[in-house]
């Protein structure tokens, strides 16, 4: 028996005797035994794998049993063996490929993933060549960031790149297969790819997600749901740095505390304990704070920044219908008041005014008159205690001196001391002045509040 070049001798056990028999492979063939174990060759233009044929190159063969599933592609760019593809387009009915890398997810089109395999030889741009969806490659440098069956994944980073990071939300997290041999040279990895699910895609997921919405879990039936009509929290909402906006563009509604580094909230918040805010809170709306000794405090880390700064809207104390930019209903204290008005003649400048301060809730009228008696508002009725009127009164253009008679029905009567001959020259019809002209100032305590209390214990 003669032998070529890459003949292949095989002993065969028959009956008694040994039988020597000698196969030739020929280019592009595969070697297999038949039902008698006898071995044979097979071309590799049709290979069957799973019920499935596919056109293969001589240079791959099975490992430990699994076939390969192999795809004809084209590249769009120089791929080499071992990075990850993904599609672009159809072109002439071919599957065109690039370097994939992990993406966050296009909400327009709804579409995750479109990463299709691992190439299983280095392909030229525009250029066909193999990808592996599943099964073995070989052939790889596995001995630099891997471990013995450490699970595979898309690199966010870097383009074509297998890596053993798991991706962090939101990008796509498209599981590649598993390292099953390390080495520098002839390094193996199963690949096995497992597209990322869409939450809509779960089990235990009910309902259609809008704009705004968030999920809620309902323990009776173990499913997911999406709710966009407010955020109900029974317990303590945390966090370092919470942007609201991005949970929910409804109402927040804490029953106990909410604590954050910063707070956004597009719409309502409502806090019925303690609302601790480290830096800025920001409401669109509405923010009540109510159920709490000190229910809402706010401690800045930078005191040259305003701590709460409120645009366009107006904040009601004590009252949820405020009609003013600042409404309270009940007691304001201050160490002073003052108003900060621009100034009309001083472009740049402000004028400022403060607030007069005495021992009591007092109201006060003003006015000129040419009468005896001064007419108080109406209001002072209900308003003021009438046992504490003070009235002055300035004479003008006269020497009278007037004095209070009496005050009733809301009304102040006046007397007048006057000197004889002023008077009768005032009198003259030639004069043209009346007999009576002075200023006036009354001063009253309100009796619809509480009296001032002018010396209370520090707290």
Do not use: C
Request: no cysteine.
């Amino acid at each position: 028996m003669s032998f070529l070049d890459k003949d292949l001798l095989l002993t065969k056990y028959s009956g008694s005797v040994f039988v020597e028999s000698k196969i030739t492979p020929v280019s592009g063939s595969v070697l297999f035994f038949n039902g008698n174990r006898d071995l044979g060759t097979l071309l590799t233009s049709s290979l069957t794998v799973n019920s499935a044929s596919y056109a293969v190159s001589s240079s791959y063969a099975s490992e430990g049993g699994t076939n390969y599933n192999l795809s004809t592609v084209v590249a769009s760019e120089d791929i080499l063996k071992g990075e990850v593809v993904e599609t672009t387009t159809a072109l002439s009915g071919d599957i065109v490929v690039r370097k994939a890398v992990a993406k966050i997810p296009d909400p327009v089109s709804g579409s995750l993933s479109t990463v299709v395999g691992i190439a299983s030889q280095n392909i030229t741009s525009g250029s066909r060549g193999n990808i592996i969806t599943q099964g073995y490659l070989s052939g790889l440098n596995t001995s630099t960031g891997f471990s013995d069956g450490d699970t595979l994944y898309v690199s966010s980073t870097i383009s074509g790149s297998i890596t053993s990071i798991r991706p962090l939300a939101p990008k796509d997290k498209i599981k590649l297969g598993y390292v099953s041999k390390i080495d520098g040279s002839a390094g193996r990895i199963f690949v096995d790819i497992e597209q990322p699910k869409a939450f809509g895609d779960l089990s235990n997921f009910s309902g259609s997600v809008s704009a705004g919405a968030f999920m809620v879990y309902d323990a009776s039936t173990g499913n997911w749901s999406p709710r966009s009509e407010g955020l109900v929290l029974s317990g303590s909402l945390s966090a370092s740095n919470a942007d609201v906006n991005s949970l929910v563009a409804g109402t927040i509604l804490v029953n106990d505390t909410f604590s954050t580094l910063n707070a956004t909230v597009q719409n309502d918040l409502i806090i019925e304990n303690d609302l601790t805010v480290a830096r800025d809170v920001v409401v669109e709306r509405t923010l009540i704070a109510s159920g709490s000794v000190t229910p809402f405090r706010v401690a800045s880390v930078d005191s040259d920044l305003p701590v709460l700064y409120v645009t366009g809207s107006r904040v009601g104390v004590g009252r949820t219908d405020p009609q003013f930019t600042m409404h309270v209903s009940g007691s304001f204290a201050a160490s002073t008041k003052s108003f900060v008005i621009d100034h009309a003649t001083q472009p740049g400048k402000a004028l400022v005014h403060a607030t007069l301060e005495g021992p009591e809730h007092a109201v006060f009228v003003r006015g000129r008159t040419d009468q005896l008696v001064i007419d108080l508002p109406d209001y002072w009725t209900w308003l003021v205690d009438e046992s504490t009127i003070s009235v002055n009164v300035s004479a003008v253009d006269n020497p009278a001196i007037y004095y209070i008679k009496k005050i009733e029905n809301n009304k102040i009567y006046l007397g007048v001391t006057r000197n004889d001959a002023w008077y009768q020259k005032l009198k003259l019809p030639w004069s043209g002045k009346k007999t009576d002209n002075y200023y006036y100032l009354v001063h009253a305590e309100r009796k619809d509040v509480d009296k001032l209390r002018t010396v209370i214990k520090r707290r």
